[in-house]
């Protein structure tokens, strides 16, 4: 069974700070790896997606990179704003082993950007 | 236009109405999703159709009702919930279950409440 565990579970940092937030899977056998980020009370956003065949993507201030072979996904965020604070969640997509339509998701990190 | 909708936005029921959740998407994807979201938690993944069949059902209880009318329309039925069950209801769709592509994005939510 795919387990995601994303660290830390909550981040405070300065305004302008570069950050690394983390997920790690245990089946590498995956068909790619999603990052979204959800305010308080609302949907996801999809932020970011990266195929099982790909190395990382980027997206403005954010890239996302995947190392299947480690089970390992990281977002670094540049240049940090107080409007990226959310959760940050990633899910990873049903593989090999298992259905294609169901992701995993791990617990989140929640970020807190301060002025 | 990568829009997922859902009405309504706010829900509360007693525990023997009926009541109906709505999902639409115009994105001419081929896979929608129910999923539920307790606070502070990561969404669970209830049902999935594929081309307007039911691919996945994570042995929800029969309260819950599926229904997928056409390839843009997602219901929900509700009956006799429980107050355990309220929580976030998201809905999301993707392009298909064909994988490595799977990107799913996410309606902003129906927040329900069973009393």
């Known amino acids: 069974k795919q387990e995601v565990t994303q660290i830390p579970a909550a981040l405070s940092v300065p305004e302008g700070e570069n950050l690394v937030l983390n997920c790690s899977f245990t089946d590498s056998a995956i068909y790619n790896l999603q990052w979204f980020r959800q305010d308080p009370g609302k949907g996801l956003t999809s932020l970011l997606l990266i195929q099982s065949s790909q190395r990382e993507q980027t997206s403005g201030r954010l890239n996302a990179s995947l190392d299947k072979s480690s089970g390992r996904s990281t977002l670094y965020i540049a240049a940090s704003q107080p409007g990226d604070s959310a959760t940050y969640l990633c899910a990873v997509g049903g593989g090999y082993n298992t259905n294609a339509g169901k992701s995993t998701f791990g617990d989140g990190t929640t970020l807190t950007v301060k002025p | 236009d990568t829009e997922v909708t859902q009405t309504p936005k706010h829900l509360v029921m007693g525990m023997t109405n009926k009541k109906s959740l709505k999902c639409e998407q115009h994105?001419?994807?081929?896979?929608m999703y129910w999923y539920k979201q307790k606070a502070k938690k990561p969404p669970e993944l209830m049902f999935v159709y594929s081309y307007e069949k039911l691919s996945i059902n994570e042995s929800v209880p029969s309260r819950f009702s599926p229904e997928c009318p056409n390839s843009s329309l997602l219901n929900l039925h509700l009956h006799a919930l429980q107050p355990e069950d309220s929580a976030l209801y998201l809905c999301a769709s993707s392009q298909d279950l064909s994988g490595a592509y799977n990107e799913q994005f996410f309606g902003p939510g129906t927040r329900l409440t069973v009393l």
């Open positions: 994105m001419g994807h081929r896979a």
